[in-house]
């Protein structure tokens, strides 16, 4: 994964007006845990507006999605629920010939509250221009619970000592 590529789509999907959330390995390095990560996950707000924005800036920078999904088919609700119960598919992957070595995956569902989770976003800057919305630690542990895989176990425990550290910083202020 390359840094300038995540910052690419950042800066287009800022630049689109879409909403987003960045979760996953990335999520978890932007609070405090470094880590190998070797993709850009992404929530975005799946209202029809955001969707077609974000296929659009995506595609403009060389993103698409690596099956045949139009933009208007992804923005139909009914279609994404049927792509995950038929295809068990829980994220939509792109590629990029321009950023080979930064695949992107965009969830087909909301695993939180979108605009609950969206108010609590971390925000930070990714280079003196690009800022970046990331999700907060207990709905990044609440995904990673749910995925279960060896590194996920691993990241819970860091991100919960994280959370906790963080707390008692802002107890004793």
């Known amino acids: 994964m390359k840094l300038s ?13 879409v909403r987003y959330l960045v979760v996953g390995g990335l999520a978890v390095n932007a609070h405090g845990f470094l880590r190998m990560t070797l993709d850009v996950d992404l929530v975005i ?8 924005a974000a296929f659009m800036a995506l595609q403009e ?12 088919e992804f923005a139909d609700p009914v279609l994404r629920e049927r792509f995950r119960a038929e295809k068990n598919m829980s994220v939509l992957k792109f590629w ?11 969830f087909v569902y909301h695993p939180f509250d979108f605009d609950e989770e969206y108010s609590r976003a971390m925000t930070r800057p990714l280079n003196d221009d690009i800022l970046a919305s990331f999700v907060s630690i207990p709905a990044l542990i609440a995904m990673k619970r749910v995925a279960g895989r060896d590194q996920d176990l691993i990241d819970i425990a860091k991100l919960e000592r994280i959370a906790e550290l963080q707390s008692h910083g802002r107890q004793n202020q």
Do not use: C, K, M, W
């Not at 920078?61 to 208007?72: A, D, H, K």
């Open 5 to 17: 590529s995540f910052e690419a789509i950042i800066e287009a999907l800022n630049g689109a007006g």
């Open 45 to 52: 707000r799946l209202q029809r507006e955001d969707i077609l």
């Open 61 to 72: 920078i060389g993103y698409l999605p690596s099956v045949p999904v139009s933009p208007e």
């Open 96 to 106: 990029s010939d321009s950023h080979r070595e930064t695949p992107l995956d965009i």
